[in-house]
């Protein structure tokens, strides 16, 4: 419901709502929405339709379980999205001269995933696994320059001190972690969130990684269709690039 939908179903006015919501510790009804959000969505982890598997499980309840699982992972993630948010980031990186993405283990997947997606758009992009070289990379950077670090807990020690070298060298700081207060939420200058409610069975954080890719699309996504006219040539360059490494064979 929209606020005023709200207000009109309970037979109050808008202003009431906003003040409910003010009083209970929230900046506003959108603040609340997203709480109760992410609420619903962490319970929803002990129902059957977001489920772990099972020793002995059949392919075919393991295909279930895994699917539903990441698309309620993005569901989650959809929920969580401040648009306000997502736009500062937008805007930060289309105006970048460079736009690094640092993260570890599968955090550091993703980051290794969003650097290869901005640098066909010919934005100068750096992303490394590896804590000592993201330190360097990131010690480097300009007060033009953006870095944006992903870790789903937000309290990871080797992203948290990439993020220190990050605030010294004066670049803006986006961060992408799960929806709650964390160290790493504190430090940056614009937070974006992903949402998964994660088994405690499973071999890897799957939801996290769908939620965090998730975010990392539609990112790339605004900043090209922002610059379409100007990133088109590149597309188009660096797909005829990727195309001769393809075998071309006939039937």
């Known amino acids: 419901m929209s606020i005023g939908e709200l207000a009109q179903t309970c037979g ?4 009431t709502v906003v003040r409910l919501c003010k009083s209970a510790g929230y900046n506003g009804y959108k603040t609340l929405c997203r709480e109760l959000s ?31 699982n990441n698309i309620r992972a993005i569901e989650n993630t959809m929920s969580v999205l401040n648009l ?34 901005f640098v066909r758009i010919n934005k100068v992009s750096m992303s490394s696994p590896d804590p000592h070289q993201q330190i360097l990379h990131a010690s480097l950077l300009k007060p033009e320059d953006v870095a944006v670090l992903i870790s789903y807990s937000g309290n990871t020690r ?25 160290p790493l939420g504190k430090m940056a200058d614009i937070c974006l969130y992903s949402s998964s409610s994660e088994s405690l069975v499973r071999s890897g954080p799957m939801g996290s990684r769908i939620g965090q890719l998730t975010v990392i699309d539609i ?3 605004a900043v090209a269709g922002r610059e379409f006219d100007h990133v088109k040539s590149q597309l188009d360059k660096t797909r005829l ?11």
């Open 158 to 182: 080797d992203i948290l001190e990439t993020a220190d070298a990050v605030k010294q060298s004066g670049a803006t700081l986006i961060s992408l972690t799960k929806y709650s207060k964390n």
């Open 12 to 15: 109050t006015s808008v202003s």
């Open 84 to 117: 306000d948010e997502l736009e500062k980031a937008v805007a930060a990186i289309t105006k970048a001269t460079r736009v690094d993405f640092y993260g570890v283990a599968v955090s550091g997947n993703v980051a290794m995933d969003a650097c290869n997606k």
């Open 241 to 251: 690039a990727t195309a001769k490494k393809h075998i071309q064979f006939s039937l």
């Open 219 to 221: 990112l790339y996504t």
């Open 38 to 68: 992410i609420d619903l969505a962490s319970q929803s982890g002990t129902t059957d339709d977001y489920c772990d598997i099972q020793p002995g499980d059949p392919v075919e309840t393991i295909v279930n379980s895994v699917c539903a």
